[in-house]
């Protein structure tokens, strides 16, 4: 399916090439070398294992960024019911690169929000390759208000370079617009799953990522700053966003030991991209139990335990009469 | 996190030549216009203490967190080690974090203050500053007082804590919504540079929003900008007159009128 490959992928598709010719070779001649390709089809599968479970930070950056990785339209129409998206901010314009709008999913009724990049050129200049300005994060704090009014859910898909670095988008206060969802979002009277689908890029991603659970796809990013962005200031070397990436502890892999997120959703073998169909049932299974419990708490409930939630994320050293105490995420747990 | 941009102190041992029109200002002048040039009004920048000095009623301050540090949860490398650049940095500015908190007078009002020094490690916002900020306005709801916070911070969130300095902007935003729930009042000072994940989160959600003449004050950095549009950014871009004109700030004050604004609006709480 995929068309894009990645350099990390090169020996799994060089084999599956081999295989193929020699199907092609079976099916025209007399000699059966069923075996043989059973066998490399084993192999394949071993090396497609091997590469995938040891996966830099770096190549993970790749498979999130994959330009055929399923985006928030897709997870809508493979897993959600009767979708109505709703456009605009009444203030100033719709922005396309978020989407939201009201579905059926799990026979309730759900809000759902995400950053939509495209993917080919074209759908990517429509939607600003998935930056959103500040009209966007109005919109998505515009909805989850309607959410709130009728107890909805608000499910949100976070894949966004970052918010977009424009004159009109400072013009219009992008600070304001990121830091008011925030604030909103960490008083808001409904539940609130945030999944990372692919690219979690800054404050451009938490600000529609403040939530009572935290899910990101295997292997989805989830950064303070782009790689190669912290290599352009720290190596003053945008080639070093290899090694930026190794150091920004960016992975889902990773980020769960911070605690700051609650769960890795696993993608089928190679990534997202490679089934559709098999990602989205992942997807779907992990919100419906997130969504589910979640309903055992009041709403006062939910809210409290959201804001403890990320009072607790932080970790520092406190020097006190000599005594040295290490504090942060491992006293978080709720009281 | 934004591109650093370096503000070159150009001093000798007289005084200092202005930033911004070049005018040689001697120091004994500077100290007493509050570091500011008589001829352009350029703003230069100011230490937290000496923010902490020019607002607050001498001998009130009342440190708070003073010890609290990094202690590099990622173990973080770059060309250099984490935990040697705060060590660098501790050495070269006299201060433990990028922030100072606590509590004192305004005139006669009692308040609690938190500011950010742009000079460690570009103000910008790790787990210290979130939490240190987190607790000044805890510590101004249990004491039922009016918060106020100086940024300057051309860091936004710092990168060496990766996601860990990001959760700080939902952090600290979560427990102004807090203080707002408590009906207390947050002023907000943005001075020269605000950005980034600062400027994205508590410096932003001020109930007034006042900035220093000429700051530069945005979400992206102007380099970032200029890169990804190709075009040159229009004069005085993302100052303080920029984003005043644009409603989105409540006024500019000078900082010499800084306290007589601030005590008087405090008058009318």
């Given at each position: 399916m995929s068309t894009n490959h990645l350099d990390f992928e090169l020996p799994i598709i060089e084999l599956e090439k081999k295989i193929e010719e020699l199907r092609r070779f079976t099916s025209n001649s007399r000699m059966d070398l069923c075996r043989e390709v059973e066998a490399l089809e084993k192999k394949a599968e071993r090396l497609k294992r091997e590469i995938f479970t040891n996966l830099a930070p770096r190549q993970r950056v790749q498979l999130a960024r994959h330009p055929q990785r399923p985006h928030t339209l897709d997870y809508i129409n493979l897993i959600m019911d009767g979708f109505y998206e709703l456009h605009g901010d009444r203030m100033f314009s719709d922005d396309r690169a978020i989407v939201g709008g009201l579905c059926k999913f799990n026979d309730e009724t759900v809000l759902v929000i995400g950053h939509q990049k495209g993917s080919n050129i074209q759908e990517n200049i429509e939607r600003n390759f998935g930056m959103p300005h500040p009209e966007g994060y109005r919109k998505a704090l515009r909805l989850m208000r309607l959410a709130e009014k009728f107890n909805f859910p608000v499910i949100t898909l976070i894949d966004t370079p970052g918010a977009y670095p424009g004159i009109g988008a400072e013009e219009r206060g992008q600070a304001e617009a990121i830091a008011r969802n925030l604030m909103e979002m960490s008083t808001l009277k409904t539940s609130l799953i945030s999944l990372v689908i692919g690219e979690g890029g800054s404050g451009g991603a938490l600000g529609i990522g403040v939530a009572d659970r935290t899910l990101m796809l295997e292997n989805a990013i989830y950064s303070v700053i782009s790689p190669e962005g912290c290599a352009a200031i720290l190596w003053r070397d945008k080639r070093k966003a290899g090694e930026a990436a190794d150091a920004l502890c960016l992975t889902a892999q990773d980020i769960i030991k911070l605690r700051i997120i609650d769960e890795v959703v696993p993608e089928p073998l190679g990534g997202a991209h490679k089934n559709h169909e098999q990602v989205a049932t992942l997807v779907a299974e992990s919100l419906k139990r997130n969504l589910s419990e979640l309903k055992s708490f009041s709403i006062k409930e939910i809210v409290r335990r959201r804001f403890e939630k990320h009072r607790h994320i932080g970790e520092f050293l406190e020097l006190r009469e000599e005594a040295i105490s290490v504090r942060g995420t491992e006293d978080g747990d709720e009281k | 996190m934004i591109w650093p941009r370096k503000q070159v102190e150009r001093t000798n041992g007289l005084g200092m030549r202005c930033n911004d029109c070049g005018e040689f200002i001697l120091g004994k002048k500077l100290e007493k216009m509050l570091k500011v040039c008589p001829k352009c009004n350029y703003h230069f920048r100011l230490g937290a203490r000496e923010r902490i000095s020019l607002l607050l009623k001498d001998g009130t301050f009342e440190e708070c967190d003073s010890q609290m540090t990094s202690h590099d949860p990622l173990n973080f490398q770059g060309l250099e080690l984490y935990r040697d650049k705060i060590v660098e940095e501790q050495k070269k500015t006299g201060l433990t974090e990028a922030v100072i908190t606590g509590e004192g007078y305004l005139d006669n009002h009692p308040i609690v203050i938190a500011v950010t020094d742009s000079r460690f490690m570009m103000g910008s916002m790790g787990s210290v500053v979130g939490e240190k900020i987190t607790r000044a306005a805890e510590r101004a709801i249990e004491k039922r007082l009016p918060l106020l916070t100086i940024s300057g911070s051309g860091g936004g969130a710092r990168m060496q804590e990766g996601m860990l300095s990001l959760m700080q902007m939902a952090k600290t935003s979560s427990v102004?919504?807090?203080?707002?729930?408590?009906?207390?009042?947050?002023?907000?000072?943005?001075?020269?540079?605000?950005?980034?994940?600062?400027?994205?989160?508590?410096?932003?959600?001020?109930?007034?929003?006042?900035?220093?003449?000429?700051?530069?004050?945005?979400?992206?950095?102007?380099?970032?900008?200029?890169?990804?549009?190709?075009?040159?950014?229009?004069?005085?871009?993302?100052?303080?007159?920029?984003?005043?004109?644009?409603?989105?700030?409540?006024?500019?004050?000078?900082?010499?009128?800084?306290?007589?604004?601030l005590s008087e609006l405090l008058d009318k709480f």
């Open positions: - | 102004i919504a807090k203080l707002n729930k408590e009906k207390l009042l947050f002023i907000s000072i943005l001075t020269d540079p605000t950005m980034g994940g600062v400027a994205a989160s508590f410096a932003s959600l001020g109930d007034i929003i006042i900035a220093e003449p000429r700051a530069l004050i945005g979400f992206a950095g102007p380099r970032v900008i200029k890169e990804t549009i190709h075009r040159e950014l229009p004069q005085g871009f993302q100052r303080a007159e920029f984003l005043f004109k644009r409603g989105l700030i409540d006024m500019i004050v000078s900082r010499g009128e800084l306290k007589k604004v």
